[in-house]
């Protein structure tokens, strides 16, 4: 099937003088000041002239009765000359004297007046594409394909039915192919243009993707389907489009030869956790999972319904033996890597290069430096540094004044540059957003919102200031499985009044998006990119309603059969009793004091025993867990020997490691009130 090709910007919508009269150039003769009688007309000495000569002038014909020194406000005047009755109003045209310039061109108010109106209407069709209203059918397809500036082609499908149809959507060095019947897409594909092995081997399931955007899905139909999921793929698509050069840049393929690299990185990662005698009994998927948040993360193209390279790096319940790379339930923290232009970026940057070998075959330097053995904390990566993508000389270009035509003649660098995009974006504080923007050469203001802040932020209206300690509440259910080994499959309800405390604000940032130039930027990053992730997991199981999580009821639940409110999407109010006159539950306080400089720390403070326990942990690098001082781990400082708790002695190491398996603060408890009291 041939595919539409590229032309010139449609002159389609632009209007010509011919086709607009009102806004025809006016004629010279038709000026107000060229012509002698309307300078007699507008002098406030009055007319001197015949009845005749008054008929004619042009510049009262649209002037009201009596507005003219000396006339009465009575009959209408008439005119005679068309041109003149054009410049001045006579044709509907909105006249006064604010429009009359000192050189008396009115045509140039004319042109201003359209261009305002030009961009009050294109402010209005931005604001409409913001609301994302638009449904899946031929119109609303073709809408969306004009509006990100690639060509459409329909053709009938050939099987006999009038309204069964192919649109190709095609840009420089892609198209996409959708068949649609009766406004229902019943198949879609994506095509590269001559495409390299590399890329082409993921179309398919590229395509997986944008036909399930496209179809309708178990509760749908015609008139509630909306673009919205193709929409943002199709932008993907688009922008890479607009950003490729042919020939010399394929944006695309770019993208491609980064997972290509990071790819054999993953690889290399698994084979090294498949090494150790400890994991020889895990399967292959879950050494990936390992690899994915404790090495090197795990590239994945187009996947979780997003068109594109995600680097993945933390993953929710990544512990559980059921966890997959590219399923499981809870989050993902992810990167995409896609390209971007250059023109809003006030840095020197490294422009897009299109390789796959951005890392040596053998992954690991062979004979590294003294110095690089001194700084390493992992594996010396022998990573590499592709050739410049240069672009061929314009045809068109022009020797200027003072320039040779040889240097004008020269290739010419990309002018695009490679994104990463954090999903979803990480909360950090301002020395961790300070570090990363030197990782990536990313000159960016930083906010003035505190990390806390960032995390909770405080009602509209509410009394806050940044510089005094917050104390802020949260009443949760906590489901626990004490004895599951012994076949347990309902959990334990146990009720937390969990308080934050933030003692000493510090400023934050939300990490968005940083421009890189080379993989190995992304790899510098996930240490911190981990730590904080895993510590916003921490506190947002501890102070936001979760799905699936009955609430916290305000009555007591000790009547078997009581009903218990479950937290969702949209409800997110503490669930009611019917009998307002019952005590509510009991439940155990949790004070947690939360410090973000320089390293994240948490205090736990709850009642254990007779006593209250208290505990500081330490968020590290990595997302592990290190527990810096307690006073019931060690017999030497808890007020009771652990012999008179339940099953073997753990270490702290151990209890730390066991936080980082559940991460939720509330079940760690629960486990240590079990296993010590």
């Known amino acids: 099937m041939s595919t539409p090709m590229r032309h010139g910007p449609s002159q389609q919508g632009r209007s010509t003088p011919s086709q ?43 002037l009201q009765p009596g507005l003219m020194p000396g006339q009465p406000g009575n009959a209408p005047l008439n005119f005679d000359s068309p041109s003149a009755a054009a410049a001045l109003g006579g044709l509907g045209l909105d006249i006064n004297l604010d429009n009359l310039s000192v050189g008396g061109l009115v045509g140039n108010a004319n042109r201003s007046d359209e261009d305002d109106r030009r961009k009050r209407m294109d402010a209005v069709i931005a604001a409409l594409w913001a609301f994302d209203t638009g449904r899946v059918s031929n119109d609303g397809l073709e809408r969306l394909a004009v509006h990100l500036g690639l060509e459409c082609l329909w053709e009938n499908a050939g099987t006999g039915t009038e309204n069964d149809k192919i649109l190709v959507i095609a840009g420089r060095t892609m198209f996409v192919e959708i068949h649609i019947k009766n406004h229902v897409v019943y198949h879609a594909s994506l095509g590269f243009n001559e495409p390299p092995p590399m890329l082409d081997k993921h179309v398919e399931k590229a395509s997986a993707i944008l036909f399930k955007d496209l179809a309708l899905g178990r509760g749908e ?65 879950n050494l990936r999972v390992m690899a994915l948040y404790s090495r090197h993360g795990c590239p994945l193209m187009h996947t979780r319904g997003h068109i594109g390279l995600t680097l993945d790096y933390w993953k929710q319940y990544h512990k559980y033996p059921t966890t997959t790379v590219e399923g499981g339930k809870g989050n993902t923290w992810g990167i995409l890597i896609d390209c971007a232009p250059t023109n809003n970026m006030n840095m020197v940057y490294t422009p897009v290069r299109v390789s796959d070998k951005w890392i040596g075959p053998s992954i690991v330097k062979t004979n590294p430096t003294d110095e690089e053995v001194m700084s390493a904390t ?85 009394n806050y200031d940044p510089s005094e300690p917050r104390v802020m509440s949260f009443t949760q259910t906590v489901a626990v499985f004490i004895d599951i080994h012994r076949g347990q499959k309902k959990p334990d309800l146990k009720f937390h009044k969990n308080t934050l405390l933030v003692d000493k604000p510090v400023y934050g940032q939300v990490m968005t998006h940083v421009p890189i130039s080379h993989p190995k930027d992304l790899i510098m990053m996930l240490p911190m990119l981990r730590q904080y992730a895993f510590l916003s997991l ?15 009821p305000e009555t007591s639940i000790a009547k078997e059969g009581a009903s218990l409110t479950y937290a969702t ?34 205090q736990l403070v709850f009642p254990f025993r007779h006593f ?26 808890s007020h009771i020997s652990q012999s008179k708790g339940k099953g073997r002695l753990l270490t702290r190491a151990e209890f730390a490691q066991k936080l980082e398996d559940c991460e939720n603060i509330g079940i760690w408890v629960e486990f240590i009130k079990h296993k010590l009291e």
């Open 378 to 462: 992992g594996p010396i990566l022998d990573w590499l540094e592709p050739p410049n993508t240069l672009l061929p000389p314009a045809e068109e270009i022009k020797p200027e004044a003072g320039l040779e035509p040889a240097a004008l003649s020269a290739p010419k660098p990309v002018d695009a540059v490679f994104m990463a995009t954090f999903d979803p974006p990480v909360v950090v504080t301002h020395g961790v957003a300070m570090e990363i923007y030197r990782i990536s050469a990313f000159n960016a203001p930083l906010s003035g919102s505190t990390f806390d802040n960032l995390l909770f932020p405080v009602d509209e209206g509410a």
């Open 612 to 637: 209250a326990a208290m505990i500081n942990l330490e968020i590290q690098l990595e997302g592990k867990v290190q527990i810096v001082s307690d006073n019931i781990f060690s017999e030497s400082e």
């Open 20 to 62: 607009n009269p009102a806004t025809a150039p006016t004629p010279q003769a038709s000026t107000p000041f060229s012509n002698s009688q309307a300078a007699a007309a507008l002098s406030p000495h009055g007319l001197r002239s015949s009845p005749q000569q008054f008929k004619k002038s042009p510049a009262t014909g649209t």
């Open 569 to 602: 999407n949209q409800q997110t109010k503490d669930s009611k009793s019917k009998n307002k006159d019952e005590a509510p539950p009991k439940h155990l306080k949790v004070d947690i004091v939360l410090s973000a400089h320089p390293i994240p720390r948490l």
């Open 538 to 552: 921490l506190l947002s199981n501890s102070f936001k309603p979760r799905e699936g999580i009955p609430l916290y």
């Open 221 to 285: 139909s015609q008139l509630t389907k909306k673009l919205s999921k193709f929409r943002a793929n199709l932008e993907r698509l688009a922008m890479l489009d607009r950003l490729s050069v042919t020939p010399g840049l394929n944006c695309h393929e770019a993208v491609a030869g980064i997972w290509e690299s990071l790819q054999k990185l993953h690889r290399w990662d698994v084979e090294r956790l498949r090494e150790d005698p400890a994991l020889r009994d895990k399967s292959e998927e």
